[in-house]
């Protein structure tokens, strides 16, 4: 699927300005609440459908970000860990903790840092004139 | 001297100062040979002089009575140092719980600045790319409502800063007035039932009308705070407010089915900074029920929890009616 960003913040006001951010520059977005909800997801999904960039916030209950990627690092070996990755946070002590290839947004998120990492990844240029698509904070 | 004596007695020499008895029998015993040297009507005043000056002596620096002011300085030093060593550790757990809570409170404003700087920025891109036209005017509005809600955020959290510093220096404000707890819950609940992503998820059971004289913007904090924990940790499962009198007290209760809290956390759970939950894994200042237990007992009220893990929880707020309980 192209030009499609999965967010993952248990922060419902966070988690829509994202989206509604990503929306405006014409990339479609998927969010989740929490991060065993998003591997449940995930993993139904073929690689066609995965998306360019998954957005995770570091601090969530019964699953931080940094536990997600070591999950699909462990056991999504081959599939979902390739899928590319930022980590979200306002703590500014764990950059040691993430693996190097992982993007670090420090919160509160610039939307030009944020476009950029977003824009990185997509497979093909974004048309800013594009329709926006209704924020969804569950998968349907 | 002292080495002859304790050769002479078969003791070894520190511990002639350590048994003032044996030194005071010596010395009246050398005394009482002495007074054969008197004639016998003066033995016994000789013999009383002697006593009175050994025991004086004993009360000097080296004497008995000294030595047992130095043993009561001794205990007097390490009660002194026992109650040092607590006042430090106490200090230690009182900075480390601050640290703590400076850490948390900063993240705990970053969150709502996420959106705020992200609405913002957003708008502003719009307007330099000329392009507001494509915003649809409902979307529009759902953010700049998100901007006030933000900001609201941000002011609870200063305000509960605030409290705590309020709370130490017993200056908490509680403006009292005739209150019907019915309308007050009532409108609090349909108030948060909008922001919730199952509206339905919060139900109140009242009897009817119920009067109190209380503060109501500290009893709807109090609400807020349980009704917060209650969707924090109730796992999406409905909560239940109930309200009635009982007797002479008026009962105000929060049920959740969700995670439930240990009987070990229930003990932590009221005090400052503390969490059953770590606090890595959950935003939160960490206040709220300290701050809420510190309203209800302004208002002369009590709070206590009955949950068990995994059972959920139900938090029950007690006050009495005109008076004391």
Known sequence: MKNLVFIIDDDDDVREVMCFALEFEGIKTLSFSDAVKATEYLRHLTPSQYPQLIVVDFMMPEMNGIEFIEHLRTHYPKTLARIPLALSTARDDIHKKIPAEVKLLAKPIDLGDFLGTVKGHLETPVNPSLSLSSYQDSPP | ?325
């Open chain 2, 1 to 325: 001297m002292k080495s002859f004596v304790s050769q002479f007695f078969f003791l070894p020499a520190d511990n002639i100062k350590k048994r003032p008895v044996v030194v005071i029998l010596i010395a009246l015993g050398l005394a009482c040979v002495l007074s054969f040297s008197f004639a016998p009507e003066e033995r016994v005043k000789f013999l009383v002089f002697a006593a009175t000056l050994i025991f004086l002596g004993r009360a000097t620096k080296k004497g008995y009575l000294s030595d047992r002011a130095l043993e009561i300085r001794r205990e007097k030093l390490r009660e002194l140092l026992t109650s040092q060593r607590e006042s430090e550790e106490a200090m230690k757990e009182a900075l480390f719980y601050r640290d703590e809570f400076l850490s948390i409170a900063s993240h705990e404003l970053k969150t709502p600045l996420t959106s705020l700087k992200l609405q913002s920025q957003v708008f502003k891109r719009q307007i330099l790319k000329n392009d507001l036209g494509s915003v649809r005017p409902d979307k529009m509005l759902r953010m700049m409502d998100q901007v006030d809600q933000q900001v609201n955020r941000m002011v609870r959290l200063v305000d509960d800063m605030l409290d705590i510093s309020r709370i130490r220096t017993k200056n908490l404000r509680v403006i009292k007035s005739d209150v019907d707890l019915h309308v007050l819950i009532a409108s609090f609940v349909s108030k948060m039932s909008p922001g919730l992503t199952k509206p339905e998820l919060i139900v109140f059971k009242s009897y009817g009308s119920l009067f109190l004289n209380c503060d109501p913007v500290r009893i709807e904090q109090v609400l807020s705070n349980l009704l917060s924990n209650a969707i924090r940790y109730g796992r999406g499962t409905p909560i239940e407010v109930e309200l009635l009198q009982a007797g002479v007290e008026v009962c105000i209760s929060v049920k959740d089915s969700g995670m439930g809290i240990s009987k070990e956390d229930q003990l932590k759970i009221f005090h400052r900074f503390q969490r059953a939950v770590p606090a890595r894994e959950v935003s939160g200042l960490g206040l709220g029920l300290y701050i809420a237990r510190e309203i209800v007992e302004a208002h002369d009220g009590k709070i206590a929890v009955e949950s068990e893990l995994g059972q959920g929880a139900t938090f029950r707020v007690t006050l009495p009616i005109g008076g004391e309980a």
